[in-house]
C-alpha cells in the first residue's frame, strides 16, 4: 500500500493563521528558524495521533495573541488530504 500525502491546511493552528500547502510524492520543507517547518510537522502528528510530534501531548496548539496569550474560543482546523494507492 502506497499513502501519499497531497494537501495539507491549517487553521488557527500555533502560529499560521490560514495556510495551505499542496504537497506531493517527495516533499522538502525547508526555511529559516521561525518560519513554521515543525509546526507544519506537528500538525500532521496531531491530525493522525493525537500528538505533537515529540510524542507530547497537544497542549500549545492553540493561536497566540500578541502578547503571546492563547486565544479560546476559536476553532483549531487541520485537514489533511491524502491518496492511497492512486
Not at 500525502?5 to 504537497?23: Q, V
Not at 526555511?31 to 506537528?42: A, D, E, F, L, P
Not at 500549545?60 to 496569550?69: E, T, W
Amino acid at each position: 500500500m502506497k499513502i501519499v500525502f497531497t494537501k495539507i491546511e491549517l487553521h488557527n493552528f500555533c502560529g499560521i493563521k490560514d495556510a495551505e500547502y499542496d504537497l506531493f510524492d517527495r516533499t522538502i520543507i525547508k526555511g529559516v528558524n521561525q518560519s513554521g517547518k515543525t509546526t507544519i510537522k506537528n500538525a500532521v502528528y496531531w491530525t493522525l495521533f493525537n500528538k505533537l510530534a515529540d510524542g507530547s501531548s497537544p497542549d500549545g496548539i492553540r493561536p497566540h495573541d500578541a502578547d503571546g496569550k492563547d486565544i479560546d474560543l476559536t476553532d483549531i482546523v487541520v485537514s489533511l488530504t491524502m491518496d492511497i494507492d492512486g
